[in-house]
């Protein structure tokens, strides 16, 4: 079993940084693909961020300019920056990753972590 654990999340003043941070662990797995997840109240959860093991990055457009994610393949570890944070920023984030172990694929989930930005 793949676990991600997230920190990084809280409260900021709009205009504000926060930088999440994720850390895959478990047995026998290898990643693809890792990315950033948000939902805020009343919405459909969406693809914030989403960076593949050769560091090839995509974000959502309503981020595009502000928030740049990077990992460390070494250490399972992806990381959101996010900068000039908007009110409507405001969402649980979670963590993603994607690859296989055993001889089968996973798509594996963080708990999620609150980030608040106020106006």
């Known amino acids: 079993q793949v676990q991600l654990a997230e920190s990084g999340g809280g409260l900021v003043q709009a205009g504000g940084s926060l930088r999440l941070s994720c850390a895959a662990s478990?047995?026998?797995?290898?990643?693809?693909?890792m990315g950033w997840y948000r939902q805020a109240p009343g919405k459909q959860r969406e693809l914030v961020a989403g960076i593949t093991s050769d560091g090839i990055a995509n974000y959502a457009d309503s981020v595009k300019g502000r928030f740049t994610i990077s990992r460390d393949n070494a250490e399972n570890t992806v990381w959101l920056q996010m900068n000039s944070l908007k009110p409507e920023d405001t969402a649980v984030y979670y963590c993603?990753?994607?690859?296989?172990?055993?001889?089968?694929?996973?798509?594996?989930w963080g708990q999620g972590t609150q980030v608040t930005v106020s106006s």
């Open positions: 993603n990753a994607n690859g296989r172990r055993l001889g089968t694929t996973y798509d594996a």
């Open positions: 478990g047995r026998f797995f290898s990643i693809n693909a």
